[in-house]
T-cell receptor, first 113, second 115 residues
Framework: AQSVTQLDSQVPVFEEAPVELRCNYSSSVSVYLFWYVQYPNQGLQLLLKYLSGSTLVESINGFEAEFNKSQTSFHLRKPSVHISDTAEYFCAVRETSGSRLTFGEGTQLTVNP | ETGVTQTPRHLVMGMTNKKSLKCEQHLGHNAMYWYKQSAKKPLELMFVYSLEERVENNSVPSRFSPECPNSSHLFLHLHTLQPEDSALYLC??????????????FGPGTRLTVL
């Protein structure tokens, strides 16, 4: 079985500041890792994913995440946030041979002017 | 319509009502999922359908009854719900490649309130 821990439930930052949303996972087998974003009153949208290859993955809107196998982490970062990045962010993990996604509890990112 | 759509977007029902949630995916996927999202809790997987067969049922009370008539449509039939069932119900779809499942894509959800 796998589990996901998002260490911060709320992260308030000012616009144009850097941000890191932390995610740690636990699994006895190989996994794929995902970050989803949920804007207010909407469903989840895939932000980025790590399946294989380069451990640094990027999204089209400036977010990046790095898979660190030794630390079992997949932290999400952005060097300069915008007001429009305000949303809830979910880290998720899935076994490479399975279909079940296990989600963390989410981190609410609030970007203030 | 593109992606995954859900109707209705909002639903208020009494504990004795019967209602249904509908999900439709326009991505050509062969697997569909129902999740429950409650405040301050991780998403809970409720049901998984692959090739229209239910492959997972995670100890969900019988007052929730899923139906998958074809690979593009998924329903969640609701009856005699409890106030604690109030939540956002999310549908997702993916391509099941026989042991390997591609990324899941989510709909916007149905916000359910049980009075």
């Amino acid at each position: 079985a796998q589990s996901v821990t998002q260490l911060d439930s709320q992260v308030p930052v000012f616009e144009e500041a850097p941000v890191e949303l932390r995610c740690n996972y636990s699994s006895s087998v190989s996994v794929y890792l995902f970050w989803y974003v949920q804007y207010p009153n909407q469903g989840l949208q895939l932000l980025l994913k790590y399946l294989s290859g380069s451990t640094l993955v990027e999204s089209i809107n400036g977010f990046e995440a790095e898979f660190n196998k030794s630390q079992t982490s997949f932290h999400l970062r952005k060097p300069s946030v915008h007001i429009s990045d305000t949303a809830e962010y979910f880290c998720a993990v899935r076994e490479t041979s399975g279909s079940r996604l296990t989600f963390g509890e989410g981190t609410q990112l609030t970007v203030n002017p | 319509e593109t992606g995954v759509t859900q109707t209705p977007r909002h639903l208020v029902m009494g504990m004795t009502n019967k209602k249904s949630l509908k999900c439709e995916q326009h991505l050509g996927h062969n697997a569909m999922y129902w999740y429950k999202q409650s405040a301050k809790k991780p998403l809970e997987l409720m049901f998984v359908y692959s090739l229209e067969e239910r492959v997972e049922n995670n100890s969900v009370p019988s007052r929730f009854s899923p139906e998958c008539p074809n690979s593009s449509h998924l329903f969640l039939h609701l009856h005699t719900l409890q106030p604690e069932d109030s939540a956002l119900y999310l549908c997702a779809s993916s391509q099941d490649r026989g042991g390997y499942t591609d990324t899941q894509y989510f709909g916007p959800g149905t916000r359910l309130t049980v009075l």
